[in-house]
């Protein structure tokens, strides 16, 4: 039988973590230490510390994170959604770290008074090459076009530049809508944001490693019944507000 990479991951002394550092909460460079931050950077450490070894934050653009795991350029990938499509590719830990609510963007002057109003042949709505967004949006909206950009940074850009009607996104919105108070979100009747998809959160690796993907699953219930996660999330979130500012003009 082939060794486990988690036996090799502590033989060696390190996990390969994949990361795209930004400005979300999700994921990001601290302005003052540099050192990785948010989300991944958090679990990252915790993941490393209960290996017993150190973290090493491999970052490359968002689309490649799958790829680089089928590789082996990277262990794992910390924040990934649990699609049936990704499914097919990686295996992801039963257990969900988080699970973040979708939001409509789009522009205050807009037209759009409700989320039907999406679902029609003229309407644009922005979604990221490979996203869970895609997804919901050809569910959601069958009778929409869908324009297919690069990255959720571009999906927003088209709304605030009228290219696109509306995107989906969650993690981007706050920042997003903080720094353009032109672009708002889409509401029910009683003001509150309509959600129009939620998406659980999971570490996922590259499959046939049933010994590594057993630990990780025990790591994944012991932490979260610890309650460590949401202990994490409550700190990223605090922290991520009060360097919000130097993050994007860094």
């Given at each position: ?35 990785p ?41 910390i ?39 999406l ?10 090459k490979?996203?869970?967004?895609e ?25 605030l530049?009228g ?17 353009h ?10 003001g ?6 939620k998406?659980?959160v ?12 057993n ?7 012991f ?24 993050l994007?003009?860094?």
């Amino acid at each position: 039988m082939s060794k486990s990479l988690l036996t090799g991951i502590r033989e060696r002394g390190f996990v390969r973590i994949s990361a795209y550092w930004g400005e979300t909460s999700a994921q990001y460079l601290d302005p003052d230490s540099g050192e990785p931050a948010g989300l991944v950077g958090l679990v990252g450490e915790l993941l490393a510390d209960d290996l017993g070894v150190k973290p090493e934050f491999v970052n490359m653009v968002w689309e490649d994170h799958i790829d680089a795991l089928l590789n082996d350029q990277v262990d794992i990938s910390i924040k990934h959604t649990n699609t049936p499509e990704r499914a097919f590719n990686v295996e992801f830990t039963i257990e969900s770290i988080l699970c973040e609510e979708g939001r409509i963007v789009i522009l205050s002057s807009n037209d759009l008074k409700k989320e039907a109003d999406l679902n029609q042949a003229h309407r644009i709505i922005s979604v990221a090459k490979g996203s869970s967004q895609e997804v919901h949006v050809r569910e959601r909206y069958p009778l929409a076009q869908v324009k297919i950009l690069t990255d959720a940074q571009e999906t927003l850009d088209t709304v605030l530049n009228g290219q696109a009607d509306a995107c989906l996104h969650d993690t981007k919105v706050p920042g997003f809508l903080s720094l353009h108070t032109e672009c708002t979100i889409l509401t029910k009747d009683d003001g509150q944001p309509i959600t129009p998809y939620k998406d659980c959160v999971h570490p996922c690796i590259k499959p046939g490693d049933q010994r590594f993907l057993n630990w990780l699953n025990s790591w994944m219930a012991f932490n979260k019944a610890a309650g460590k996660f949401d202990r994490i999330m409550n700190e990223v979130e605090v922290v991520h507000k009060e360097k919000f500012d130097r993050l994007v003009t860094k």
